[in-house]
Each structure stands twice: as structure tokens, then as C-alpha cells.
């Protein structure tokens, strides 16, 4: 399986896509400014990696949309055009954590 930071650098090319395409808002800029700040702790005192999580929401999101299994054998290119395309999930999940963790 990929790591999370191969994740990360993906993530962070589509998103520096996007914006180049003017398809982000200033709400996104935040958001995703404090999903790559991590770690963090949460008001139960547990160390956060908000990223990892991410990660994990974004696989399974991926395989549940195409019926695919995201495995070792990626095709970055591919994944991070799929991240484009589905920018508004991504971006729920994203809000999902932080606001779950209250960030």
C-alpha cells in the first residue's frame, strides 16, 4: 500500500491544480492549510494525524466510487486527476474531520 506521504504529495498537486484552474475557494485554502498542519490534539488529549485519516477516507471513498481497490500498483496521474474531479467530496471529508476534531 502507498504511504501517506505519497498520498500527501498527490493530494497537495491536485490541489495546487485546482487553484491554478481557479476552482478553490478561500474556505478550501483554509481547510486544507490545517489538514497539512498536523499532527494535532483533540479535546481528549489524543495525538491527531489528520492527514493519515484522510488518506484512509479518500481510499475508501475511491474504491466505493469506481469499485477499484486503491493497492500498490497506483497510478498517480490517474488518482490525482480523480482527486479533481471529485474536489467537493474530498473537501467533505476534509471538513468532516477537522470539524470532528475541532480544529
Do not use: C
Not at 485554502?29 to 484512509?56: I, Q
Not at 477516507?57 to 488518482?79: H, L, P
Not at 486527476?81 to 470532528?100: A, G, R, S
Amino acid at each position: 500500500m502507498e504511504s501517506t506521504q505519497n498520498f500527501q504529495s498527490g493530494f497537495e498537486r491536485a490541489y495546487r491544480e485546482l487553484k491554478a484552474e481557479g476552482r478553490t475557494t478561500e474556505q478550501d485554502d483554509r481547510a486544507v492549510k490545517a489538514m497539512l498542519s498536523g499532527p494535532f490534539t483533540s479535546r481528549s488529549g489524543e495525538r491527531v494525524y489528520p492527514m493519515r485519516r484522510l488518506h484512509r477516507r479518500t481510499r475508501r471513498y475511491y474504491t466505493m466510487k469506481t469499485g477499484a481497490a486503491w493497492n500498490i500498483s497506483i497510478d498517480w496521474e490517474s488518482i490525482i486527476q480523480w482527486i479533481k474531479d471529485n474536489w467537493m467530496e474530498i473537501l467533505k471529508l476534509m471538513l468532516t474531520l477537522l470539524f470532528l476534531f475541532a480544529i
